[in-house]
């Protein structure tokens, strides 16, 4: 423990002050997380609303500048990891279990209920898959190659540690290694926490809706709690590992156990309309993409109430994974160009994205529209296990999806702890396993307690109210990197016109 920092301390007192909370008066916590969700979502969704679309004019702006071709390293520096296996890494630790949880139910539950509207209709599926394209594409995704691209060119250019802070030195100077320092640190260690607990809940979740359609378990908190002990466990000892054992081989597992559930329902189901429907949906999202990411709907409160559930959430949730994920893909991503780099992070998982949302909440909308299923009626939980009994091989995809729910699960905790580990012992490549030990135990324990304080309700507030102070961290890093760059490329056009002058 010798590593460690006063973020780690004031952090983890903190993280203990909460869950204590959570397991004295759950009831109390519920009460002040619904009050606060209520006060961000009403009062600064069009904050949330900028800022996600600044990030992704930004990351557009970063492929196509003069900055494309600086390096994340010294110019000799070659990659660490494969394309192949780098792009596996990043994409598991990024949004693994929401796509199994999401990938039915949320298509289906904007077409049963859409933002604009009736439900129900054809013109209720194509909004409906515009709309899930656009939490889960490019905005997210831009969202997170900014601020790794930010964390992995002070790493592995300036030398400087894998800090938030860190980052902020040529704004701040010396004043990050004191108290704003800390406070910045400590802020991303809780939007970690709070951030990667809603995903480990919603794992739980369905694992337990899933073992329940299986083997009849039932669906309740206490086989969750049961379910968060075993993963933990498992996470744990993965995380003693290290990043080249257990969460590479992790990651590949996840990537090829993904392709082959994404392929089995794919051709089991109807084939030709879902791929139609993919094309048509995705030029729609194209074509739609600034007035979905800036609609707020102000006349409307039944319009705008959908947006702050839905649109404004997934912002939040983005901007507290961010320093999770960023962290995570800065770390795997030494040697590779900005260009290259934003590229990579921005473009190839929103089409993964798009791709798999259309295929399972396309088969979905079809069993709706043609078949008169009743999809829509399920839980978030349940919808996805719910369409596989009307395809052949249920059982075999129904197994299948546990195991890659686990293990998206473990690999998501894992990186978790490894994240908040470099957060939280002056931003080692390295930490301790007792340092990343205790960080799971805390993540599964904050998992616990919001599930036990208002489930989904209470793990949403945590993600919204933990991202409002992390956004301006965060535009404040943009501007840092901004100034490097300019920087840098000043420096380099000082040296050509000396070296040209000998």
């Known amino acids: 423990m010798k590593q460690v920092t006063k973020v780690f301390w004031i952090s983890l007192v903190i993280s203990i002050i909460f869950v204590l909370w959570g397991v004295i008066s759950p009831k109390m916590l519920e009460s002040v997380m619904s009050v606060s969700k209520s006060f961000f979502l009403v009062n600064f969704g069009w904050y949330y609303q900028l800022i996600a679309s600044f990030f992704l004019i930004f990351a557009i702006f970063l492929i196509f500048s003069r900055y494309g071709k600086i390096k994340l390293g010294k110019d000799e520096d070659k990659p660490e990891f494969s394309r192949p296996t780098w792009f596996a890494m990043l994409f598991s630790a990024g949004m693994g279990i929401g796509l199994l949880f999401f990938g039915v139910s949320e298509p289906i539950s904007h077409f049963s209920s859409p933002p604009v509207g009736e439900g129900g209709t054809v013109q209720a599926a194509s909004t409906a898959l515009r709309y899930t394209y656009l939490h889960w594409g490019f905005h997210a995704w831009a969202i997170y190659a900014t601020i790794a691209l930010v964390l992995a060119y002070y790493k592995f250019r300036k030398g400087l540690p894998g800090l938030m802070s860190a980052t902020l030195y040529p704004v701040l100077g010396e004043r990050v290694k004191g108290p704003i320092g800390q406070v910045i640190d400590t802020i991303a260690v809780f939007a970690t926490i709070f951030g ?50 257990g969460i590479k081989y992790l990651s590949n597992a996840n990537l090829v156990l993904a392709l082959l559930v994404f392929f089995l329902f794919l051709f089991m189901g109807p084939t030709v309309f879902l791929l139609n429907l993919m ?62 780099f934003v590229i990579a992070v921005l473009v190839i998982p929103t089409i993964v994205c798009v791709i798999w949302f259309a295929v399972f909440g396309g088969t979905g909308i079809y069993m709706e529209i043609f078949q008169n299923v009743k999809v829509s009626e399920q839980s978030l939980e349940t919808a996805l296990f719910f369409v596989y009994q009307q395809l052949p091989l249920a059982m075999v995809l129904i197994v299948l999806t546990l195991f890659l729910i686990s293990t998206f699960f473990i690999t998501s905790a894992d990186s978790a702890t490894f994240v908040l580990g470099m957060q939280t012992t002056n931003g080692s490549l390295n930490p301790p396993n007792s340092v990343k030990i205790i960080w799971g135990l805390v993540l599964s324990a904050s998992a616990i307690v919001l599930m036990l304080s208002g489930g989904l309700n209470a793990m949403q507030t945590a993600i919204i109210v933990s991202a409002f102070p992390l956004s301006f961290v965060l535009l404040l890093m943009v501007y840092s990197l901004l100034k490097s760059f300019r920087e840098e490329v000043k420096s380099k056009k000082k040296k050509h016109v000396q070296q040209q002058k000998v």
């Open 196 to 245: 990667v607990a809603a995903s480990l809940g919603l794992g739980a979740a369905q694992i337990n809706a899933g073992v329940s359609y299986v083997f009849g378990i039932p669906n309740n908190f206490t086989v969750q709690l049961i379910i968060i002990g075993i993963v933990t466990l498992l996470y744990l000892i993965s995380a003693g590992t290290g990043i080249r054992k």
């Open 279 to 340: 094309v048509t949906t995705f030029g729609g999202y194209i074509q739609n993409l600034p007035s979905l990411g800036l609609r707020l709907a102000p006349f409307n409160k039944t319009d705008a109430a959908w947006v702050q559930d839905w649109t404004i959430f997934y912002w939040a949730w983005w901007i507290a994974w961010a320093p999770f994920v960023g962290t995570f893909i800065a770390r795997v991503s030494k040697g590779r160009t900005v260009r290259e």
